[in-house]
């Protein structure tokens, strides 16, 4: 958090990121505006560059301080003492629709981002996500039980395999959202298809119960 803006009472920071976050969900970053940002946060303009030094920063901040609260809450939530991983991956999509469910516009903002094909932070906003990917994952796959694979199989290429269905199930995902032209999708029937995927690499990587 940028040092100014972190010196401000939480009820106006959270006024400033509300306003940004709808304004950036709704219209992206070069069709978002300031002028709309700074009025429903009943701020001036002044004021909100004073905290942030152009619209470029404030979008990668809004970025940054929402993925890590996801992130944060949602391993906060997830059971690593389940050691399954498929059962780690259903519990994740639930998770995933939870929190969903509880800060919607905080998706909505996320989604649209992952969609963002403003020059000005496409490149950013990529290498982040990828840092951010890598990093969830790494956690997602610790301490998993390694006996209940089946017997010679190799675990750090099936681990690769899962992680890329995961990653390329998002994706599809995505990209369907992207032809709505919309950050709303069916999840529900997602999370469905999903369940199918897992259970399927479930049953071809473990030994049979």
């Known amino acids: 958090m940028t040092s100014k803006f972190s010196s401000i009472n939480p009820e106006k920071q959270e006024r400033i990121l509300n306003a940004a976050l709808k304004e950036f969900a709704l219209k992206g970053y070069e069709n978002a505006s300031t002028n709309e940002i700074v009025k429903s946060a009943g701020i001036s303009k002044g004021l909100l560059f004073h905290y942030f030094k152009n619209k470029k920063e404030l979008y990668l901040f809004l970025y940054n301080h929402f993925a890590d609260v996801m992130v944060k809450e949602f391993f906060n939530e997830l059971d690593l003492s389940e050691r399954d991983i498929f059962e780690r991956m259903k519990t994740l999509m639930i998770l995933k629709n ?25 490149g950013i906003l ?84």
């Open 98 to 122: 939870k929190l969903m469910a509880k800060h919607p516009e905080v998706f909505d903002f996320m989604v649209a981002a992952s969609m963002e094909t403003a020059e000005e932070v496409k």
């Open 126 to 209: 990529n290498n982040t996500n990828t840092e951010l990917i890598q990093a969830s994952y790494s956690r997602l796959f610790e301490n998993i039980d390694m006996t209940m694979f089946r017997d010679g199989i190799d675990i750090q290429r099936t681990i690769n395999i899962i992680m890329w269905t995961l990653q390329g199930f998002s994706n599809q995902e995505l990209e369907k959202a992207k032809k709505l032209n919309t950050g709303h999708h069916d999840f529900d029937e997602a999370f469905k298809e999903a369940e199918v995927y897992i259970d399927m690499m479930k049953k071809a990587f473990y030994k049979s119960l």
